[in-house]
């Protein structure tokens, strides 16, 4: 049995993971910055960066502590490369070189954006692959036709902004903090999905990309703004909950359409949904009712590997099987794999 140690610091997250070659996974280790960035509304990229430097190594090791396991027992160390902030990558991959070069242990470089979809293969605990995947992040909107756990090929993404930004962006419209996804699902259990009808842009365009910039303004327009800076959160109460609502039944109403296409488009029989967007239980609720309207299997992690993680990096383990290993002039590649 080879045992891995992995690392993530693309984003805002400081967390390290111990798993088994199975893959099993033996400890996952997350140290938020939420606080850190909550007063600027939004992720500042250089104060993730000096934050990774400063909780790393207690994060790595609570993850060998958890997971009972020796430095000595680590048989390679996988990190996330590529995308991210770049400041933030370059944190966690210098620690993996320093640690594959001082353990005399392989190392190995795997996509953030992958591993969202390789939480779905890990929490199911058996193989996921062909399956149409779903990265719904932050950063990302991304549909896939999955070969393997490696070989994806791009359906559609976002044009503009992702499912999560545009969360966070109409969140701070309405006055209801970082991050904004978790507080628009708060907020939309008191409101009325159908009070607004907001736009489904894209939805009947051949190509399966994502468009949410338009539903974001749309949401401005109706607190009566022409731009970011005029107009002034709603004050609490129906109204608030009701566009929190009628935001979030489009975006899912997106979401899950452009998944029934993808699955009628390749044929696939199994959906696979990762990234913080998928932690929203709407869109859970849409794509469950889907995979049952369809008659195919949907994937989707346990809400702690939905979010960032380092769990999710056993994706590791396949490169690892295939000896596809990185050399220590492995780079930080902020867009993509
Ligand atoms: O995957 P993730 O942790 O980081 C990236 O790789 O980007 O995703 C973070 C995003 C944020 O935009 C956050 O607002 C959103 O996921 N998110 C949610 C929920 N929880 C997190 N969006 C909607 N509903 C949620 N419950
Ligand atoms: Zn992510």
């Not at 392989?106 to 293969?121: D, F, K, T």
């Not at 009808?197 to 990309?209: A, T, V």
């Amino acid at each position: 049995m080879t045992i891995f140690l992995a690392i993530e610091t693309s984003c805002d997250e400081t967390a390290a993971a111990v798993f088994t070659d199975e893959p099993r996974i033996l400890s996952s280790v997350v140290a938020s910055q939420t606080d850190l960035h909550a007063r600027f509304g939004g992720v500042v990229p250089e104060v993730a960066a000096r934050a990774h430097l400063e909780r790393l190594l207690p994060v790595i090791d609570d993850a060998l502590r958890q997971a009972k396991v020796s430095w000595g027992e680590i048989g390679c160390i996988a990190v996330h490369h590529t995308p991210g902030l770049i400041g933030a990558l370059l944190v966690g991959i210098s620690a993996a070189k320093a640690l594959a070069l001082a353990l005399g242990v392989p190392l190995v470089g795997v996509n953030h954006v992958a591993s969202h979809i390789y939480a779905c293969r890990l929490s199911a605990g058996r193989d996921i692959f062909p399956c149409v995947g779903l990265v719904v992040s932050g950063g990302h909107t991304t549909l896939y036709d999955c070969l393997d756990a490696l070989t994806f090929r791009t359906l559609g993404a976002t044009r503009d902004d992702a499912a999560g930004e545009a969360f966070d962006k109409v969140a701070a419209l309405l006055g209801l903090g970082f991050p904004g996804g978790p507080a628009i699902e708060r907020e939309a259990e008191n409101g009325e999905p159908t009070a607004y009808r907001f736009p489904r842009s894209l939805i009947r365009d051949e190509r399966l990309d994502f468009s949410f910039s338009g539903l974001k303004t749309a949401v401005l327009y109706a607190l009566g703004g022409q731009n970011n800076a005029d107009a002034p959160p709603p004050p609490p109460g129906k109204g608030r909950a009701d566009l929190a609502a009628s935001f979030q039944a489009a975006a899912v109403d997106v979401l899950v359409t452009r998944c029934r296409q993808a699955i009628q488009r390749t044929g696939r029989t199994r959906l696979a949904v990762g990234g913080g967007v998928a932690a929203n239980s709407a869109l859970r609720h849409g794509l469950t009712a889907l995979a049952s309207s369809l008659g195919i299997e949907l994937f989707i992690p346990p809400l702690a590997y939905c979010t960032d993680n380092a769990a999710m990096a056993a994706a590791a383990v396949e490169h690892w099987r295939l000896g596809r290993f990185a050399s220590l002039d492995l780079d930080a590649n902020p867009t993509t794999g």
